[in-house]
């Protein structure tokens, strides 16, 4: 399978479930700009059925390989990210998987019995990472209740296998040098950023790697009892710096990915989109 057929698959239900994102990468190729994406993320649980090996098959029978690990101990998930190994233009991929062990009872016991509901054959097929919602409507309760432990455990039992997000690659762009200007006109079209620790951006040029990332969008989702709005999927934007040695940073820094998790969480934020 080529690389682009693998990323557009994730692109049309991305954009099609977010309209937000398509408006976003329309206003940046309407000003002339030609969109490169540095990198897509996906959410799972560290289940072996489903762990983060077993997602990033499609992406592994492909030319990708792992490069680096991420330990996120407060939100408990750990992340890898893959490259391709002969593609440098290629986007990066970005897998994480909430260790379920280190949670609740009850948190464990809801999950386990959806992912136990399903038979082997469901996760053994690589192309499992396109198909959403394996599991079924839930009741809106069961969902609040599990955001509270974990915003993160309840996106990804509702949504599922797609992309969380995909991530601009700001390097690319010929009118935005600097991420202020990207959140500047992202924020003049009406859009709101992810500003979870007070400031727009996370990272530094020191650290080699800048990103910023919208609100998610909040869409409409029937639960098993009742149709109730909540965040999907959000836009991210990545700026990379070079090394020592003139070489862009191609990794991924822990501190900064924890933040990006919380676009998903509009509950912290009364007036968010």
Known sequence: MKVEEIFNRFWIDYSTQNDSVKKIHDLFVASGENVVHDHIALRTFNDPRINIERIARIFTDNGYEARGEYDFKIKRLLGKHFEHTTDPNAPKVFISELLLE???DSLQKTVMEKLDSLPKEVY???L?????????KI???TYNALREESEYAAWTLVYGYRANHFAIHVNNLRN??????VNAFVKKNGYKMNTSSGNEIYGAPEELLEQSATIAQTRPVTFSDGVFEIPSCFYEFTLRYRDDDGNF????????ADKIFESTNYYR?????
């Open 124 to 126: 053994d097929d690589p």
């Open 249 to 256: 940073y191609q990794g991924f820094k822990a501190a900064n």
């Open 128 to 136: 499992v990472v396109y198909k959403g919602s394996l599991w079924g």
């Open 269 to 273: 934020s009364e007036d968010a989109m």
């Open 139 to 141: 009741p809106f309760a």
């Open 176 to 181: 935005f040098e600097r991420l202020q200007d």
């Open 102 to 104: 280190q949670f609740s």
